[in-house]
């Protein structure tokens, strides 16, 4: 489920403000793409380095200091103009000052993951792995290839960001987890969100 690992990422890049979409590590999200100034952006992007980021917003008038970089994966254009495309998540970030013309872009800080305590994290990742297989096994949608990826070797942050993303469906919980850089105490959280789930079901 992750792509090619990215080998540099630009020190500014195209934002796209979308209320309460969350773009996780790893995650993919479709998007259609139809206003004038994304439409720009995208078409710099993929003429260069084929990313922009997704902001936190609760409107499109304020945006949050963090967000996610994404890379097009795929694009497809369409009569008219418009175009749909697939985004990759590949950092969470943070965002240096905005400019708003002619698309919104920003400087932005790739942030790396914490990992103060790797005992604890590999603990946590053992009891999201069993919640995922409860939640799997009582009829839960996951993506297609989520069972195998769960039980495969990656990075606990990898694993909890990709987790996070199949998993949880509520935007304040996600936006939670995409700003917790400490991975055993996200793959806590995640934990306590999966089994709150299971539980209501």
């Known amino acids: 489920m992750q792509g090619d690992p990215i080998q540099s ?7 796209m403000v979308l209320p309460w979409l969350s ?16 439409r720009l952006m995208v078409k710099n992007a993929l003429a260069s380095h084929r ?17 996610g970089l994404g890379v097009i994966r795929a694009c497809v254009s369409n009569e008219g103009g418009t175009s749909n495309l697939v985004l990759q998540g590949v950092a969470r970030v943070e965002f240096g000052d905005f400019e ?12 790396s993951d914490a990992a103060d305590n790797e005992a604890a994290a590999r603990a946590m990742r053992s ?4 919640a ?31 987790v996070a993303s199949a998993m949880v469906s509520d935007p304040v919980q996600r936006r939670t987890l995409l700003l917790e850089r400490n991975v055993a105490a996200r793959l806590e959280l995640l934990h306590t969100l999966i089994r709150e789930r299971i539980e209501a079901a």
């Open 100 to 111: 708003m013309e002619p698309y919104p872009r920003a400087e932005i800080r790739i942030l």
């Open 23 to 38: 773009l996780f590590p790893g995650s993919l999200v479709p998007l259609h793409i139809f206003e004038d100034r994304y």
């Open 127 to 130: 009891k999201v792995t069993k």
């Open 9 to 15: 990422f630009p020190e500014n890049a195209g934002v």
């Open 132 to 162: 995922c297989l409860d939640a799997l096994r009582k009829g839960f949608e996951a993506p297609k290839g989520f069972a195998d990826y769960i039980e495969s070797v990656s990075p606990e942050g990898a694993f909890a960001d990709i």
């Open 51 to 67: 990313m922009f980021a997704i902001a936190h917003a609760d409107d499109e008038e304020r945006c949050e200091p963090f967000g």
